[in-house]
């Protein structure tokens, strides 16, 4: 398997619940590494940017609301088949759909409040991790 990079966001729901180090280690645990990291309240601008995928939809405004309410982690991560074992390790959106032994299984607290986003496709990943981190921000 090559060794590729997907990007990962620890939502507001886990930060406030101090659930950082937890999600990280399930993320090394799982056999991914990260190499970059940065705290941040994002902005209503940013949000809207990041989601601008979903703006039509209903939730749209409330997700924009919900990512806005309090610190995130974003991450970029590295590992064999990045994305695809993100998002095992991850889980179902909905976390009662979710496999045991999966973060939104283990913390999440709704299908809205799932406490961790994952790049959906390696085409993605590099577009969202390009949105949070400059090159240079980013080590291997």
Avoid: C, W
Avoid at 32 to 50: N, Y
């Amino acid at each position: 398997m090559p060794v590729t990079r997907t990007f990962s966001i620890i939502k507001p729901d886990a930060t406030r619940r101090n659930l950082t180090g937890a999600v990280t280690k399930m993320l090394e645990d799982a056999g991914l590494r990260v190499i970059a990291s940065r705290r941040i309240h994002m902005t209503k601008d940013q949000a809207e940017g990041f989601y601008a995928v979903h703006r039509e939809r209903p939730f749209f405004s409330d997700l924009v609301a919900f990512m806005t309410s309090g610190p995130v982690v974003v991450q970029a991560l590295e590992g064999e088949d990045a994305v695809k074992r993100n998002r095992d390790i991850m889980g179902a959106t909905n976390p009662a759909d979710a496999a045991d032994g999966t973060i939104r299984k283990t913390f999440a607290e709704s299908i809205e409040a799932n406490s961790v986003h994952g790049s959906d496709s390696d085409e993605n990943a590099k577009i969202e991790i390009d949105y949070f981190f400059k090159p240079e921000e980013v080590v291997g």
